[in-house]
């Protein structure tokens, strides 16, 4: 995809289109209230969420995209001066409230842009969420990946999410037996 059309998590170069996949800081490093660049696209819990992380924002530039939904989004070639149609797909991406992965398609190919995601062979949730893509490949393979893989740093080794919600209603009933 040509420079200049479509930035995602990014906020700092111009673009025609902006993506955001979720509201966590490492990802909105330059968005801000006053943000007045371009429209931004994200899902709808993320659009919800918007107005608390950026009060005053002009909310008329946030364009959701429903989930598993493909939307077609009309941009001009920087270099040909051209018209071009990309369809893009949010997928759940199974991370925070509102976070998605994002599948676009074009003259370019396709390109998954990951962001932050939690894959279990096990969750259901999950599994729901590599069926979206399938669908939303209608056939076709994925040409080039954007994994974010901040998390795959041995440093961070989550449990599964079932552990920690265990270990997490553990220590609050601790906590309120002995301070409650
Ligand atoms: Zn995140």
Redo the contacts with the bound molecule.
């Keep these: 995809m040509e420079k200049g059309m479509i930035s995602v998590d990014r906020w700092s170069e111009q673009s025609q289109a902006y993506f955001l996949t979720?509201l966590?800081a490492?990802?909105t490093n330059g968005l801000s209230s006053k943000w007045s660049k371009g429209p931004i696209f994200c899902s709808p819990v993320t659009a919800k969420l918007f107005p608390f992380k950026f009060p005053g924002f002009h909310l008329s530039l946030l364009t959701v995209l429903e989930i598993g939904i493909s939307h077609l989004i009309s941009l001009v070639s920087p270099s040909t001066g051209l018209e071009t149609s990309v369809h893009v797909t949010a997928i759940d991406a199974h991370?925070?409230p509102g976070?998605v992965m994002l599948l676009f398609r074009g003259e370019f190919g396709c390109i998954l842009y990951t962001g932050?995601f939690r894959w279990e062979s096990t969750s259901e949730r999950a599994n729901l969420g590599k069926n979206t893509l399938v669908n939303a490949l209608m056939g076709d393979k994925v040409d080039f990946i954007h994994l974010d893989n901040t998390y795959c740093n041995p440093l961070y080794s989550f449990p599964p999410r079932e552990v920690v919600a265990h270990q997490v209603h553990f220590h609050m009933c601790f906590f309120f037996f002995f301070f409650g």
């Design positions: 979720h966590h490492d990802h991370h925070c976070a932050d």
